[in-house]
């Protein structure tokens, strides 16, 4: 009777261990399926010879972005940087009432330019953005009036496919002041784009902002705003992008008005796949920061990039960067990018 018992019971502690690993792994299954992590790292090298000049290796970005699907139309998503300062980049949930129609509310990339949106992990230059972009968008700084924001604001956006994918689209209402801060006035930036793909290989488009700074800093370019100013902030582009098996191009022209001071820029950018996994980079970056001014400068870029594992790249680049105001210089650069 004893042995009996024993059997049962240790039958029983089995049945139950099983049943255990059972809801482990349907537990395990189904965070696999609902929360996805990814991340990357881009660190290299750098020798420009502007004014005192500089040599230094360099960490330009160390990503960490999570995903949980709470439902299969419901989604958050979570991006944190752990370069130089840390920082939140991006938070928000967004939910698919539609193809046509998803509506997201929290902090991303601002929809304006065809370049601010890119990852850059795929954008071709080491530098990441053009010229215009990256003033434009508020993503470095080079804007002392709007600040470095990364090219991204807190908001509500919708957005979705029309008519098959033929159309794509994006309307947001934001604050206007960047990241993780609160709008510093009672104005709201309305934020459009549109892009039509009528051929495989083609998507043209623009993008446009409208609305009200609040001035983080003062700029030499435009002396009359100060600081915690309102001032009219106003942008638009219009480009395009062409991919072929053998060369990919983005161009864009792009517009702006800071209060009383304009300022435009255009740029091209080509890759071109000579051999496997072995691209040719070429870039034409124009920008005028104050038609008043003239302030304006020319990047010319060669480079070459090597993508030795999915996502995983190596890229050296030669910057000549051609000032209508100040000494020209060169840029030399080379970058490790690792994805996983």
Known sequence: MKRILLSFAFLFSVLIATAQDACLNDVVNTLKDRISLAGYAQVGYTYDDADDGSNTFDIKRVIFMAQGKITDRWLCYFMYSFANTGKILEAYTEYKFLPQLTARIGQFKTMYTIENPMSPCYVELINCYAQSVNYLAGINGSDPLYGSSSGRDMGLLIYGDLFGKLVNYNLALMNGQGINLKDKNNQKDIVGSLMVHPLDWLSVGGSF????????????????????????????????????????????????????????????????????????????????????????????????????????????????????????????????????
Do not use: M
């Open 209 to 340: 902002v409208k609305g009200k700074g609040c001035a983080v800093a003062t700029s030499t370019l435009n002396p009359d705003i100060q600081v915690g100013e309102n001032y009219t902030r106003n942008r638009w582009s219009a480009g395009a992008v062409i991919k072929t098996k053998p060369v990919d191009v983005r161009t864009e022209y792009l517009a702006g008005k800071d209060g009383h001071v304009k300022s435009d820029g255009y740029y091209v950018t080509a890759s071109a796949h000579v051999f496997p996994k072995v691209d040719v980079i070429a870039s034409y970056d124009y920008f005028n920061k104050s038609k008043v001014l003239d302030d304006k400068q020319t990047n010319y870029v060669v480079g070459l990039q090597y993508w030795f594992y999915p996502k995983c790249r190596v890229q050296a680049q030669y910057t000549y960067c051609n000032r209508h105001i100040g000494e020209n210089s060169n840029l030399l650069q080379a970058q490790l990018q690792v994805r996983f």
